[in-house]
T-cell receptor
Framework: DQQVKQNSPSLSVQEGRISILNCDYT??????FLWYKKYPAEGPTFLIS?????DKNEDGRFTVFLNKSAKHLSLHIVPSQPGDSAVYFC???????????FGQGTELSVKP | GAGVSQTPSNKVTEKGKYVELRCDPI?????LYWYRQSLGQGPEFLIY????????DSGLPNDRFFAVRPEGSVSTLKIQRTERGDSAVYLC???????????FGDGTRLSIL
């Protein structure tokens, strides 16, 4: 039972354009969501989070949108830079306990 | 360094052997998590410590897997009678509390021959 799904395994974007990474979830009990970025041979790095009571959170070039009725969230990166090329994971978490439930990841490639 | 440290970075061993994987969390972080990541998948939760006690071990796949955190800091994940299916990257993360962002180490790549 995949509670968090990232249906696009890869995404290619031109430098300077917007990157939109999508994530769907099935469990309405998640209290908040996080996005992580992962380079090869490194651990995931926390990017941005959003509480389930919000619909938007912004941090610099990164904005996360949450649509609870659709059980969908997205990460927008504007403008995209070549250094953003990495695998991006979304994760949901229950407030009681804190274990992260990850999606399968989307590999973003930003071309110069 | 100030980040989560995991040792060894790579471990190759034969099927049936016992392995120990170590995690040094960020100083002051009370919560510690273990995850396992297979190729092409997201990390999968194994166990979570709050202080010295395992608060949630529901992700441990079977009784060959065990983890300890005796002094509330360093943690060791122990795998007995290893099987080829145990091959994966084992990730450790720590946080200030269970509702705070988790910071990951670079993982231990375990290969069972």
């Amino acid at each position: 039972d995949q509670q968090v799904k990232q249906n696009s395994p890869s995404l290619s974007v031109q430098e300077g354009r917007i990157s939109i990474l999508n994530c769907d979830y099935t469990n309405s009990m998640f209290d908040y969501f996080l996005w992580y970025k992962k380079y090869p041979a490194e651990g995931p790095t926390f990017l941005i989070s959003i509480s389930s009571i919000k619909d938007k959170n912004e941090d610099g070039r990164f904005t996360v949108f949450l649509n609870k009725s659709a059980k969908h969230l997205s990460l927008h990166i504007v403008p995209s830079q070549p250094g953003d090329s990495a695998v991006y994971f979304c994760a949901g978490v229950y407030n009681q306990g804190g274990k992260l439930i990850f999606g399968q990841g989307t590999e973003l490639s930003v071309k110069p | 360094g100030a980040g989560v440290s995991q040792t060894p970075s790579n471990k190759v061993t034969e099927k049936g052997k016992y392995v120990e994987l170590r995690c040094d969390p960020i100083s002051g972080h009370t919560a510690l998590y273990w995850y396992r990541q297979s190729l092409g998948q997201g990390p999968e939760f194994l166990i979570y410590f709050q202080g010295t006690g395992a608060a949630d071990d529901s992700g441990l796949p079977n009784d060959r897997f065990f983890a300890v955190r005796p002094e509330g800091s360093v943690s060791t994940l122990k795998i007995q009678r290893t099987e080829r299916g145990d091959s994966a990257v084992y990730l450790c993360a720590s946080s200030r509390g269970f509702n705070q962002p988790q910071h990951f180490g670079d993982g231990t790549r375990l290969s069972i021959l």
